[in-house]
Each structure stands twice: as structure tokens, then as C-alpha cells.
């Protein structure tokens, strides 16, 4: 069973910077493309950004050049280090696994329990 534990979250100032880092148990975590969404108070689940199974990154322009996407398929670890922070970036960051090149909610396999990011103004 694959399973996707957050972790990083917490309280922030608007300016500040916080690296989540995801966990990822399954042995084939390479053939996975693996990102993050997010979903802030009344909104719905948005994509962040995701790093693809054979190298490359895609971001959301809402993030483009504050965050930056990674992924160690050695130890199965995705981190995303999030710079600037503003207060909009406020909202439950998920991890997210999917098979597919791709940045639909839909189209995601498996998710994390979600960590909350909050940053003030």
C-alpha cells in the first residue's frame, strides 16, 4: 500500500520561506510523477507544482519563481522549498502521486494527509 506522510508545515511570516518535504512508501517511487497541491478556506484544490518521473518540473504561475520542486528518488522524498511566502500561499498542502504527466486533481493516484501553511500578513 503506498502511503505519503507531510511534513514542514507551520506559521510564517509574509516574506518568510518554509520547505515541506514529503515521504513516500513504495518501491517504485521513480516511475511516479510526484507534486503538491494545495486548497486554502472556501477554495477549491489547486495544483502547485509537480516533478516528472523522467526529470523536469511544472509550476502554477501563482508560484513560478518563489518555489522551487525537487525529488530524491533515493530516498523517496519530494521537498518543496517555498520562498517569499505571501499571505495567499495560506492553505493545506498535499502531496500528490500520480502515473501520468500531469497536473489534474483528477488524474492523482494517491495523496498525503495534507499539512497546513500559514502565513501571516
Known amino acids: 500500500q503506498v502511503q505519503l506522510v507531510e511534513s514542514g508545515g507551520g506559521l510564517v511570516q509574509a516574506g518568510g520561506s518554509l520547505t515541506l518535504s514529503c515521504a513516500v512508501s513504495?518501491?517504485?517511487?521513480?516511475?511516479?510523477?510526484i507534486g503538491w497541491f494545495r486548497q486554502a478556506p472556501g477554495k477549491e484544490r489547486e495544483f502547485v507544482a509537480m516533478a516528472w518521473r523522467f526529470g523536469g518540473t511544472q509550476y502554477a504561475d501563482s508560484v513560478k519563481g518563489r518555489f522551487t520542486i525537487s525529488r530524491d528518488n533515493a530516498k523517496n522524498t519530494v521537498p518543496l522549498q517555498m520562498n517569499s511566502l505571501k499571505p495567499e500561499d495560506t492553505a493545506v498542502y498535499y502531496c500528490?502521486?500520480?502515473?501520468?504527466?500531469?497536473?489534474?486533481?483528477?488524474?492523482?493516484?494517491?495523496w498525503g494527509q495534507g499539512t497546513q501553511v500559514t502565513v501571516s500578513s
Open positions: 513504495t518501491r517504485t517511487f521513480s516511475s511516479y510523477s
Open positions: 500528490a502521486l500520480s502515473p501520468h504527466y500531469t497536473t489534474k486533481e483528477s488524474e492523482i493516484e494517491y
